[in-house]
């Protein structure tokens, strides 16, 4: 059965700092699929990123970055200078080549303040 | 036109009304999902449809009725509803469904259900 989570329930950061989300997962399958949406207060689920699988390059988008580990079954976000902008709660999530399901984990609410 | 729309926004019912939640999406997709997001709970999947058909129907009690009447158009039909209920109600579509080639689900900004 597929699984995420993500340990840390609530962070709290001054602006400028840098910030990393965890993301652990579990899976039998071979082919799988993970993602990190931001949910701001508004309340829609922001797309940030997909990577398959096969795929353990790092990515980097302006101060995004993400680190994709298979061997620790990990897919961390890391945020560098945190805005007070990036303040919201933001979910990984997981689906299976062989599902029809996008498994999110808990969430974890970052605060950045001023 | 933005992607994923919701309507309404905000919705307070009471426990004997009968209402509908509406999703649309412009984006060509054929596959549209409905979560549940309640207080300090996982996003929870409700219903998955492709290409208008059911697909995946995860315990829900009956008193949540989906319809897809095309590819396009989602609703969630209400009746009878517990304060329980109350939550964030989101829409998704995917280009196909979410297994497969892992397209991602695209998010429309929920209504917030308060049953009262």
């Known amino acids: 059965a597929q699984k995420v989570t993500q340990a840390q329930t609530e962070i709290s950061v001054v602006e400028k700092e840098d910030v990393t989300l965890d993301c652990v997962y579990e899976?039998?399958?071979?082919?799988?699929?993970l993602f990190w949406y931001k949910q701001p207060p508004s309340g829609e689920l922001v797309f940030l990123i997909r990577r398959n699988s096969f795929d353990e390059q790092n990515e980097i988008s302006g101060r995004y970055s993400w680190n994709f580990q298979k061997s620790t079954s990990s897919f961390n976000f890391t945020i560098t200078a945190s805005q007070v902008v990036d303040s919201a709660v933001y979910f990984c999530?997981?689906?299976?080549?062989?599902?029809?399901?996008?498994?999110f984990g808990a969430g974890t609410i970052l605060r950045v303040k001023s | 036109e933005t992607g994923v729309t919701q309507t309404p926004r905000h919705l307070v019912m009471g426990m004997t009304n009968k209402k509908s939640l509406k999703c649309e999406q412009h984006?060509?997709?054929?596959?549209m999902y409905w979560y549940k997001q309640s207080a300090k709970k996982p996003l929870e999947l409700m219903f998955v449809?492709?290409?208008?058909?059911?697909?995946e129907n995860n315990s829900v009690p009956s008193r949540f009725s989906p319809e897809c009447p095309n590819s396009s158009h989602l609703f969630l039909h209400l009746h009878t509803l517990q304060p329980e209920d109350s939550a964030l109600y989101l829409c998704?579509?995917?280009?196909?469904?979410?297994?497969?080639?892992?397209?991602?689900?695209?998010f429309g900004p929920g209504t917030r259900l308060t049953v009262l």
């Open positions: 999530a997981l689906s299976e080549a062989r599902g029809n399901k996008l498994v």
């Open positions: 449809y492709s290409l208008e058909e059911r697909v």
């Open positions: 998704a579509s995917s280009q196909n469904l979410a297994g497969g080639q892992g397209d991602t689900q695209y």
């Open positions: 984006l060509g997709h054929n596959a």
């Open positions: 899976t039998r399958d071979t082919t799988y699929y």
